[in-house]
T-cell receptor, first 115, second 113 residues
Framework: SAVISQKPSRDICQRGTSLTIQCQVD?????MFWYRQQPGQSLTLIAT?????????ESGFVIDKFPISRPNLTFSTLTVSNMSPEDSSIYLC????????????FGEGSRLTVL | GENVEQHPSTLSVQEGDSAVIKCTYS??????FPWYKQELGKRPQLIID?????GEKKDQRIAVTLNKTAKHFSLHITETQPEDSAVYFC????????????FGTGTSLTVIP
């Protein structure tokens, strides 16, 4: 299993500002995944963060809007830049089980509201 | 990338009845198919999973079936209970593509007491 801590848990932001979400894992992991869950919607993969290399972004997501850092094997940040109300969402950090079961563990999520 | 479709989007059943949720996927390379349960305001949590070398897997009241030829898999919940009420997501992953998980659109299950 993995224990994942995210912060902030929630925030209210002004249009045009940027916010950085932090994700801390209790063990070293190769890949960390960032998902977005818009209200009442599914989980959409934003990007995969690898330590020591640039993040890999999914179609529809770009680095300028969602820059990601991965300074070590237990930590990652996701920044939501130049926010608009459409960015209001829950952002979840996740990692795969190190035991090789394939299970994906999620953080509690960061609920962002953009006014 | 992978495209996962899930039906129905909402499902209401009487307590004690069975519930079935179906998913299809597009990428034949996908070989791992988990199901996640998300209660209101909480994080998704794995309830059962199946790999491509298995056709069916059961864990107490929950079972999952996989038809790799048709690229679809299903979640079956028997003897439903009110605490089964939640949103359920299917997902697909191909271990040779960095283990990214692609989720279905979710099914909101309500079990009526």
């Amino acid at each position: 299993s993995a224990v994942i801590s995210q912060k902030p848990s929630r925030d209210i932001c002004q249009r045009g500002t940027s916010l950085t979400i932090q994700c801390q894992v209790d063990s070293q992991v190769t890949m960390m995944f960032w998902y977005r869950q818009q209200p009442g919607q599914s989980l959409t993969l934003i990007a995969t963060a690898n330590q020591g290399s640039e993040a890999t972004y999914e179609s529809g997501f770009v680095i300028d809007k969602f820059p990601i850092s991965r300074p070590n094997l237990t930590f990652s940040t996701l920044t939501v830049s130049n926010m608009s109300p459409e960015d209001s969402s829950i952002y979840l950090c996740s990692v795969e089980d190190r035991g090789g079961t394939g299970e994906l563990f999620f953080g509690e999520g960061s609920r962002l509201t953009v006014l | 990338g992978e495209n996962v479709e899930q039906h129905p989007s909402t499902l209401s059943v009487q307590e004690g009845d069975s519930a079935v949720i179906k998913c299809t996927y597009s990428d034949s390379a996908s070989n791992y198919f988990p199901w996640y349960k998300q209660e209101l305001g909480k994080r998704p949590q794995l309830i059962i999973d199946i790999r491509s070398n298995v056709g069916e897997k059961k864990d107490q009241r929950i079972a999952v079936t996989l038809n790799k030829t048709a690229k679809h898999f299903s979640l079956h919940i028997t003897e439903t209970q009110p605490e089964d009420s939640a949103v359920y997501f299917c997902a697909a992953s191909a271990s040779n593509t960095g283990n990214q998980f692609y989720f279905g659109t979710g099914t909101s299950l309500t079990v009526i007491p």
